[in-house]
């Protein structure tokens, strides 16, 4: 099994910038994609990013331009840099490991707002 603690969220206001970790642990060495994804209240949860062990990275058309996934594989930990933030990026964000999801943790929050 894999074990995932996100954190870094917190309240920022629009424009701003966060960057996100998620760090692994436990059967890490199948890793081959990371990913991040986000709930915003009363919405599905929607990837946002991610990135292979290649380094090969895709973004949901949202945060396209505004964010970059990172990985340290050293660390086995995964980074979400996001900058101009907007209100719309208010959400828990969790980090997973797609195809084949593990456990969620328990997500950290990012609040936009003035």
């Known amino acids: 099994q894999v074990h995932l603690v996100e954190s870094g969220g917190g309240l920022v206001q629009p424009g701003g910038s966060l960057r996100l970790s998620c760090a692994a642990s436990?059967?890490?060495?199948?890793?081959?994609?990371m990913a991040w994804y986000r709930q915003a209240p009363g919405k599905q949860r929607e990837l946002v990013a991610r990135?292979?062990?290649?380094?090969?990275?895709n973004y949901a058309d949202s945060v396209k331009g505004r964010s970059t996934i990172s990985r340290d594989t050293a660390k086995n930990t995964v980074y979400l840099q996001m900058s101009s933030l907007k209100p719309d990026d208010t959400a828990v964000y969790y980090c997973?490991?797609?195809?084949?999801?593990?456990?969620w943790g328990q997500g950290t929050q990012v609040t936009v707002s003035s």
């Open positions: 997973n490991t797609p195809p084949i999801l593990s456990r």
């Open positions: 436990g059967s890490i060495f199948s890793i081959n994609v």
């Open positions: 990135i292979t062990s290649g380094g090969s990275t």
